[in-house]
Structure formats: structure tokens, C-alpha cells
């Protein structure tokens, strides 16, 4: 089984997307992948009605889709929180999403504090963008608040993106409640995230419909064994987002 654990749904005025529906069930199809974890665009027009739309195709595939909610950190505290509680109390979707670098909030900015703090609140992981988008999408700037929340568990979507792939393993290195989601890094990246801190730390993602392919190439370049790609292919995930799915994770 093979579960993208970083996909998009959705316009996104920011980075002039708009992948749709049938986008994101094709690809899956194309690419043999079981089931994702979508979000919204960065920067949709109306993030609510985005949302929506995001739980309506999740309900037409249970067990093989699920959401995280995606919001400006800069938005009054109630308002945010009112949303998050609803995209995951209602809507039942697994992850708060931080985007740093559309949001300019890095993740030791006040403004991205309340992410932290709901996710805690609401016992759901954060996913936070790392990569382009320096100096607020350094890898480096979570350690701090991943040491304030050590019971929050961590995703670096892009694992620094291809420059920063270090201090992604540095800062996973530091803090035990950080994973490393490896879409856009490189190959000899992956293989050092792999021998450093084993594949129970590490879950494919591929970001864009288009990536599917190359990042499936670059795990199996690396030759790992049937364990280590049923663990970065599904098995991470599933034990992060705490994800029910309707089949038996097997390797792909």
C-alpha cells in the first residue's frame, strides 16, 4: 500500500494551482497509490468553502482519503481556533497545517504559536512547510516550539526542500516528536534520512500530481527492503495521523 501523506485539492492563489477532483483520482490511479492526505490550497478565495469541498470528496472515499486544515495563523485567536476545532471535531479531518511561507509566520513567531497550541488542544499532529520560502521555512526555527509541545507531533513537509535537507535531519535528530515528509529533497537526502533515523521517522509525500512519479523513483532507487517501504510508504502515516483505512498496509 502507498499513501501520499501530502496532496492538494483545490486553487491556490499563491501558487497558481488548482488540481481537481478527478486530477487527484487519476494521479492515484497512474502512480498505484492507495490513499492521501489532501489539503486545501495555500490560499484558496474562501478557505471555508475549500474546506468543504475537501470533506465532500473525503466522504465519497472513505478509508482512503483524509484531510488536514490549512488557515492564516494571523487571524484572532477564536476565529482560528473556532475553524480548527470544526475541521477536526466535525469534519474529522487528522493535521493543522502551518504554511510559513505563504503566511510569513515562521514556526518561533507568535502568530504561529496558536497553531501549536490547538493542535495540542485538539491532540492532532502539525504539518509545517519547510524549504523555499527562507528564512521563515528554515527547518531549523521548530526546534524551539517542538521542545514547547513535545507531545505534538511534527511533520516537515519537503524535509527543507532540496537545500535544507541537513537541518531537517538535525532538528528530527533534536527532537523526537518531528517527521520528515521527503517530497522535493533529493535522492541522497532521502538515502541519509533513511540511515540516520530509520524509516519509523520518514512517509512519502509527493505535493503536486505532477511529482508522483519522481518521488516514487527515488525510494526505489534506494533498494530497501519490503519493511522499510511498507513503514516510509504507509505505515508512518497511518501511526502519525492515526489514519483507519479499509485494507491492510502492504508493501508496494
Not at 60 to 81: D, F, I
Not at 117 to 142: C, M
Not at 164 to 178: F, H, K, P, S, T
Not at 192 to 200: A, H, I, N, P
Request: aromatic fraction near 8%.
Amino acid at each position: 500500500m502507498i499513501l501520499d501523506s501530502h496532496m492538494h485539492l483545490g486553487e491556490d492563489l499563491m501558487f497558481g494551482t488548482d488540481d481537481s477532483e478527478e486530477d487527484i483520482l487519476q494521479y492515484m490511479r497512474e502512480n498505484n497509490i492507495d490513499g492521501a492526505l489532501l489539503q486545501t490550497g495555500i490560499l484558496p478565495r474562501d478557505a471555508r468553502q475549500a474546506t468543504l469541498r475537501l470533506h465532500e470528496m473525503i466522504a465519497r472515499h472513505p478509508g482512503r482519503l483524509w484531510g488536514a486544515a490549512v488557515l492564516s495563523p494571523y487571524l484572532p485567536e477564536e476565529e482560528y481556533s473556532s475553524f480548527m476545532r470544526w475541521a477536526v471535531k466535525t469534519l474529522g479531518f487528522k493535521a493543522l497545517k502551518l504554511q510559513g511561507f505563504a503566511f510569513c509566520a515562521s514556526p518561533s513567531s507568535p502568530q504561529a504559536r496558536k497553531v501549536f497550541e490547538n493542535a495540542a488542544e485538539l491532540d492532532v499532529p502539525v504539518i509545517l512547510h519547510t524549504g523555499n520560502g527562507v528564512p521563515v521555512a528554515l527547518p531549523s526555527l521548530v526546534i524551539p516550539i517542538a521542545r514547547a509541545f513535545p507531545k505534538v507531533k511534527i511533520v516537515l513537509a519537503h524535509s527543507g526542500g532540496g537545500m535544507y535537507g541537513a537541518e531537517a535531519l538535525v532538528a528530527a535528530q533534536v527532537c523526537e516528536n518531528i517527521y520528515l515528509e521527503t517530497s522535493w529533497c533529493n535522492v541522497l537526502e532521502l538515502k541519509s534520512f533513511v540511515e540516520t533515523l530509520g524509516c519509523e521517522r520518514i512517509m512519502f509525500g509527493t505535493d503536486v500530481p505532477l511529482n508522483a512519479g519522481v518521488e516514487l523513483a527515488k525510494y526505489r532507487a534506494l533498494r530497501l527492503t519490503d519493511a522499510q517501504y511498507e513503514q516510509c510508504f504507509c505505515k508512518t502515516a497511518i501511526e502519525v495521523f492515526r489514519l483507519k483505512i479499509n485494507s491492510g498496509c502492504a508493501t508496494a
